[in-house]
């Protein structure tokens, strides 16, 4: 079964950047679209980004010209790079993958359990 990894969350400042990566094992990667989720407190899990196997973005219109997804498949391993970040970007952020029109359109079905997430805090 896959199994994920997300890391590379921390406390930052309001206008800051950080930089997620979603470590993936097996070898499914490659062949599947890769989503990017977020859970803040409270809160239903939103999709915040997706690539699709040949590496076409999309993103949510929260995040959309601040956020930044990209896959290195050779390295089994997503990232979300997150600049100029809001209060309101504070969440738990997790990935997941499988085929595109499943890890974009309620409700989901992906091919590997959730991992632990990566915590995201965005302070004023």
């Known amino acids: 079964q896959v199994q994920l990894v997300e890391s590379g969350g921390g406390l930052v400042q309001t206008g800051g950047s950080l930089r997620l990566a979603c470590q993936a094992s097996g070898n499914t990667f490659s062949d599947n679209a890769i989503g990017w989720y977020r859970q803040a407190t409270g809160k239903e899990r939103e999709l915040v980004a997706a690539?699709?196997?040949?590496?076409?973005?999309n993103y949510a219109d929260s995040v959309k010209g601040r956020f930044t997804v990209s896959r290195d498949n050779a390295k089994n391993t997503a990232y979300l790079q997150m600049n100029s970040l809001e209060p309101e970007d504070t969440a738990v952020y997790y990935c997941n993958l499988g085929p595109q029109v499943h890890i974009v359109t309620r409700p989901y079905r992906f091919l590997a359990p959730w991992g632990q997430g990566t915590l995201v805090t965005v302070s004023t």
């Open positions: 690539i699709t196997s040949s590496g076409s973005p």
